[in-house]
C-alpha cells in the first residue's frame, strides 16, 4: 500500500528566507543589497544558517542580477570575521589572489612571485585549486617547484620571514568559503563567490593584485576596493583569469591608488596570435629561470606582470620605472633559486 507522504507546513518562515525574497520579487520588486544587508545574508551562509536550496537560490539570483560594489564589500566584510584569523603582527606587502589556475599557458607568473620576493617584498598568496578541470592551479606549481606553501598561519608567519614569499589554500583559513567556490561543476556557472574571493586580502597588505575574466568585472573590483578602504589595488584581464599579463595583447591596468582610479595602457610586447600549450607545466619556468633556454613569451609574461605588481608596490614609480625595474629584477636574479 502506498501512502502519500504528508507536507509539514514550518511553523514560521525561515530567517534566511527574506534576503532570497529581495533578490526574487521579479523585476519591479527585486533590489540589490546594502552592505549591512549583504554582510549579514553572508554571515548566515558561512555559519551553515541556511538549506541547501535557499544557498543555490540565493548564489543563482545574484549571478543572474549581477552583484554590486555595496554587496561584494558586505560579503568580503562576513568573510573576513567568520576566517582563521591571522596572528597579530602577521603583515605583507602584497596580497596576490589566485584562484584560476592555468589553461592555456604556462604558469609564468609564478617567476613574477619569486622576482618581487627576491626584492624583499613580502608577498602573500591566497587561493583554490580543483574547481574546474584541466587546469594547473598555483598550490599545484608552487609545489613542483619547491616554493613556499602553508598548511596555516603560522607556517605562513615563518615562510614569509624566511622567504618573502607564501601560498595558503583558501581551505586552510576560510574552509566554508572554500566548499562554496567548488559548486561551480553542480550549479554550471560561476557564482559571485568566484569574484570575493579575490578581494579578501586576508592580512590587509596595503597593495593588491587581482584578476577578472572579462573586462566590466574591472570597475566592479574597484567599487568594492575603494568601500573596503583598499589604499592601492590593481585589476587587469590575465591569462586564463589568473594574475598574468598577455604579452600579445594591450592590457589595460585598472589601477585604484589612494581613493584615486586611472587606467593605464601596458602596450603588447608580441605580434601575431600565441599557440596554446599542449597541458601547463612548470618545467619551462624552471629553464627560463635558470638560463637554460629562451622563452619570449614566458619572458615577456614575467617582466610585464612584474612591472604590474610594481605599480602599486611604489606607488610613487610611473610604469616606465616599473618596467626598468622589472627588467633589472630579472637580470639579478639567483638561477639556482629553481632546482
Known amino acids: 500500500m502506498n501512502i502519500t507522504p504528508v507536507f509539514d507546513q514550518p511553523a514560521t518562515e525561515h530567517p534566511f528566507a527574506p534576503y532570497v525574497r529581495i533578490l526574487g520579487k521579479g523585476k519591479s520588486g527585486s533590489r540589490s543589497f546594502d552592505r549591512q544587508e549583504a554582510a549579514t545574508a553572508f554571515s548566515m551562509i558561512l555559519a551553515n544558517e541556511v538549506e541547501p536550496l535557499q544557498l543555490g537560490a540565493f548564489l543563482m539570483l545574484l549571478r543572474v542580477k549581477e552583484e554590486t560594489g555595496e554587496e561584494l564589500a558586505g560579503f568580503v566584510d562576513a568573510c573576513r570575521l567568520h576566517m582563521k584569523q ?8 602584497l596580497d596576490w589572489s589566485s584562484y584560476a589556475g592555468k589553461k592555456h599557458q604556462h604558469p609564468w607568473y609564478v617567476l613574477s612571485l619569486l622576482l618581487l ?22 598550490a599545484q606549481a608552487m609545489t613542483q617547484l619547491g616554493l613556499p606553501v602553508a598548511a596555516d598561519w603560522q607556517q605562513v ?3 614569509l620571514d624566511e622567504q618573502c614569499l607564501s601560498y595558503l589554500p583558501l581551505r586552510a583559513f576560510c574552509p566554508r568559503l572554500h566548499e562554496l567556490i567548488q559548486l561551480r561543476p553542480l550549479l554550471g556557472l560561476r557564482s559571485p563567490v568566484n569574484t570575493l574571493t579575490r578581494m579578501l586580502n586576508p592580512l590587509s597588505a ?6 577578472v575574466f572579462h573586462p566590466a568585472y574591472a570597475a566592479l573590483h574597484q567599487e568594492a576596493d575603494r568601500l573596503l578602504g583598499q589604499p592601492r589595488a590593481l585589476v587587469l584581464k590575465g591569462d586564463s583569469g589568473e594574475i598574468e599579463v598577455k604579452p600579445q595583447a594591450d592590457t589595460r591596468l585598472q589601477l585604484l591608488r589612494e581613493n584615486r582610479s586611472e587606467e593605464i595602457l601596458l602596450p603588447r610586447t608580441l605580434n601575431g596570435k600565441v599557440a ?20 619570449a613569451y614566458g619572458l615577456n609574461a614575467v617582466l610585464a606582470t612584474t612591472a604590474a605588481a ?16 622589472s627588467r633589472l629584477l630579472w637580470a639579478d ?3 639556482g633559486r629553481l632546482n
Open 86 to 93: 591571522p596572528g597579530t603582527g602577521l603583515t605583507a606587502d
Open 117 to 138: 620576493a627576491g626584492a624583499g617584498y613580502r608577498v602573500f598568496v591566497h587561493g583554490s585549486d580543483g574547481h574546474t578541470a584541466g587546469r594547473l592551479y598555483t
Open 157 to 159: 608567519s615563518v615562510q
Open 206 to 211: 596595503p597593495a593588491s593584485l587581482q584578476s
Open 276 to 295: 596554446p600549450v599542449d597541458a601547463p607545466d612548470t618545467a619551462p619556468l624552471v629553464t627560463l629561470w635558470r638560463g637554460e633556454q629562451h622563452d
Open 310 to 325: 610594481l605599480l602599486v608596490l611604489q606607488p610613487e614609480w610611473e610604469l616606465p620605472e616599473c618596467e626598468e625595474q
Open 333 to 335: 636574479r639567483d638561477p
